[in-house]
């Protein structure tokens, strides 16, 4: 079984919203949709733009720097120009708290 480590406290990251975490050195944004948490790699894979300062709508999110276009519960691109997916990760909640496994 993976080790779960704690990222963020899900009353912090109301729907609607996302928080960018660190996670294994790397950033990572989780999203708040409809009240599921999704986490992703937190740069845009066209030119590392952060996509926790991107808008989210519904499932997507659109990077600021160039308008690529992902879908948080898949990490695949939605809308070019990046070609890469970014990276999903699997959430866990407990006890209010969320942790992405190592």
């Known amino acids: 079984m ?10 912090d990251i109301p729907v609607g919203r996302m928080k960018q975490v660190t996670f294994d050195g790397q950033p990572v944004v989780i999203a ?3 009240g599921t948490f999704y986490a992703f790699g937190g740069s845009c894979t066209h030119d590392d733009g952060p996509l926790a300062d991107g808008e989210l709508e519904g499932t997507v999110v659109t990077c ?11 990490g695949q ?3 070019p120009p990046a070609e890469d997916p970014v990276r ?5 909640v407990e006890g209010g ?6």
């Open 97 to 102: 708290s969320l942790y992405i496994a190592n």
């Open 32 to 34: 708040n949709v409809a």
């Open 77 to 79: 691109v939605v809308e």
């Open 64 to 74: 600021p720097w160039h308008f690529s276009q992902f879908d948080v519960t898949s």
């Open 2 to 11: 993976a080790e779960l480590t704690k990222v963020a406290d899900a009353a």
């Open 88 to 92: 999903s990760y699997s959430v866990h």
